[in-house]
């Protein structure tokens, strides 16, 4: 169950976004794989990825953007919008992993009648550490409607 709205004036440069874990398992990758219909090998074929010199197949850039995404709109209710998101993947997430999603506010800036919102936001494992690193620009309701 969703909280209330959050809203412009209840962020601060710092906050913390409550983080989403998900575990990575060898289904969820093949099904990640199947529903996007990435057909490149390495995310479905073991011994493929491991022939490619992976140690074994890996989470793909839909499922990674996506779980980016969910940390971000579950945060931001639904009247906030997803203004921009980049990311870098730079590490591979693989069967056993736990991805954990974590973002902070770095900016604020208030506009006419809404805010905007930079974070910085990474996607880590126990094994590889920080494996994505992201920013994103989120734009906020106002509680109070002004004319900054």
Known sequence: MRGPQICFEDVSVGDEL???TLDINT???F????????WYPVHFDPAFAQKA?????????????AALVRLLTDWMGDAGFLKRLRFEMRRQFRPGDTM????????????AGEGRVRLDISAENA???VATVAEAEVIL????RTED
């Open 18 to 20: 409550p983080p989403v």
């Open 27 to 29: 289904k969820r990758i």
């Open 31 to 38: 099904l990640q794989a199947s529903g996007s219909q990435d």
């Open 53 to 65: 010199g992976h140690p074994d197949v890996f989470m793909n850039t839909g499922f990674i953007q």
């Open 100 to 111: 954990i999603c974590r973002a902070t506010v770095r900016e604020t800036a208030p506009t």
């Open 127 to 129: 094994r590889e550490g």
């Open 141 to 144: 309701p106002r509680r109070t």
